[in-house]
Each structure stands twice: as structure tokens, then as C-alpha cells.
């Protein structure tokens, strides 16, 4: 059985490692199909493409879209996308606007807190402000000693109700789903089991995605739990949904599960890539 891992980042987005480096560790961890998908941005596809192919890895187009909705951030995957694509380019472009914005206010909220000069920070990490994340804020708190580790840094600031937060207006589902599929790619709802909602607006968000063109959700991921994979493999089955799988890699020893670690996927489902 294949090892796929259609979930992963570079330091294009809020990833450690270059798109070349990721794509050898994939395959010195045994992964055997691999995806990069950055957030809102497909510049490091062509070099994971290149380095993918020197190291004999198969390569998976993808990307991550941040979208908004029922008040909360939500992230839609693309898999097998042409990242040349002028509608997709465009709505990347418009969803990066803004983050730097955003990423001052969060700088100011964080000074408030005694944790000067974080916007500066943060943007050491991410090289370019239309790219600055929260990620880049959390490696930056680490780096001063306020937090030992990313998950630390989450629990006490940069979420809801934390010094920190600062919400940003994101896509809409309609158009992530819309920009993914003029690209020729396929929806999947990132790591579903991450986010605040209860059983209606679960079934609203689903329901929802389907009806848009929605293809699949991810069952297994770093994100989940293990409960949480039989959990989302019955969601998967109960709307019709293809199962994909991937790792969430964002560098070695900050992620929760290392590429090529995840278990498969439970049986009975349909995987993504089964007419591949």
C-alpha cells in the first residue's frame, strides 16, 4: 500500500523547511505520493516539483485556502491543482492581502502584554508580510522564552479570548471551492475535527460543501486525535465524502506527527486519490 501524505508545509507559507527539503524528508521517511500545501500560496510548487522528481517522490499540486465562515477560520485543501491557473492566482492574491495588517495589531496586542517588538518578530520567520502568520508570531514567542513550544504559546495567546487574537475576514467557502475547481483541483475540508462547532453547524458546513462541489475531508491527519479518525471516517461515509490524508507537517520536532507516521486510512472508505 501506497504511503500518501497530501498535507504539508514549506517556508513559502509558515513551514521550517524549504519546498526541496520537505520533498526529501518525505521520501526518506517513506512517503510515496506527496503534497505541498502551503497556505494561500502555490510559490513553492515548481521547486517541490523538481526536487520531488529528482528524488523519484510522486508529486500532488496542492494548496491551503483560508476562509471564513459561521465566524470562524476554516481551511479548504486543494489537491491536484494547476497552480498556473489565473482565477485561482487572483483569489490567493486577494486572501494574502491584508495579513500584514492584521499581523501589526497583533504586534500591538502582544506589546501590551510585555512582548515588545513582535511584528518585527514574526516577520523574521515569514520574510514577506503579505505571508505573516500566527505561526510566525508563536516561533518568535518561543525564541524570547514566554513559551517552550508551539502548543503552549496557543493555549495563552493568539487564540479567541487570548492576547493576541486579532480575527481576519477571509474567502468565503463558495469562492475557495470555486477558485480550487477553475484550477481543475479537488475541495477537501482540511483537519474538520479542529474546529468549534457544534453538531448543526457541522452538518450546515458539510452540507454546505457538498453542494458547492466539495469533494472529500480529511480523515487522518496530524490534526485529529485517534478517536477523531473513526469519528470523521463516519462523516466521510454519512455525506459522501472521498477520504484524504496528510500529515499537517510544518517542520521537524514543531508537528504533531512527522511525514510518513500517519496510520491508513480506516477501511470502507473511498480514498481521494482512487482514480488517480
Known amino acids: ?14 513551514g521550517v523547511l524549504a519546498p ?41 499540486p496542492g ?9 470562524q477560520t ?11 491557473n489565473p482565477v485561482l492566482r487572483q483569489g490567493l492574491e486577494d486572501t494574502r492581502s491584508g495579513r500584514e495588517r492584521r499581523a501589526k495589531e497583533i504586534g500591538e496586542q502582544l506589546a501590551a502584554v510585555g512582548i ?37 504559546v496557543f493555549r495563552n495567546y493568539l487564540t479567541e479570548g487570548k492576547p493576541g487574537y486579532v480575527p481576519h475576514r477571509w474567502a468565503s467557502l463558495k469562492q475557495s471551492v470555486e477558485w480550487i475547481r477553475a484550477a481543475g ?5 482540511a483537519h474538520p475535527g479542529r474546529y468549534n462547532y457544534d453538531d448543526t453547524a457541522y452538518d450546515a458546513l458539510f452540507s454546505e460543501f457538498k453542494d458547492l462541489g466539495g469533494r472529500a475531508i480529511e480523515v487522518v491527519t496530524g490534526s485529529h486525535t485517534v478517536d477523531q479518525y473513526e469519528e470523521y471516517a463516519k462523516v466521510a461515509k454519512r455525506y459522501g465524502f472521498l477520504a484524504s490524508r496528510g500529515s499537517d507537517f510544518h517542520g521537524p520536532g514543531e508537528s504533531r506527527v512527522d511525514l510518513g507516521d500517519l496510520p491508513p486510512l480506516p477501511s470502507g472508505l473511498t480514498p481521494v486519490w482512487h482514480d488517480w
Open 1 to 14: 500500500m501506497l504511503n500518501y501524505d497530501l498535507h504539508c508545509h514549506s517556508n513559502v507559507s509558515d
Open 63 to 71: 494548496v491551503e485556502i483560508s476562509i471564513t465562515w459561521a465566524g
Open 116 to 152: 515588545p517588538d513582535a511584528f518585527e518578530g514574526a516577520l523574521q520567520y515569514a520574510g514577506n508580510p503579505d505571508l505573516i502568520s500566527r505561526t510566525h508570531f508563536a516561533r518568535y514567542i518561543i525564541q524570547r522564552g514566554v513559551c517552550r513550544d508551539v502548543a503552549s
Open 74 to 84: 476554516v481551511h479548504i485543501v486543494g489537491l491536484q491543482i494547476d497552480e498556473t
Open 185 to 189: 483541483g479537488i475541495p477537501v475540508i
Open 20 to 60: 526541496a527539503s520537505v520533498a526529501a524528508r518525505a521520501k526518506s521517511r517513506g512517503v510515496d505520493v506527496w503534497a505541498l500545501t502551503d497556505h494561500d500560496e502555490v510559490g513553492g510548487i515548481a521547486e517541490a516539483r523538481q526536487a520531488a522528481r529528482s528524488a523519484g517522490l510522486d508529486f500532488v
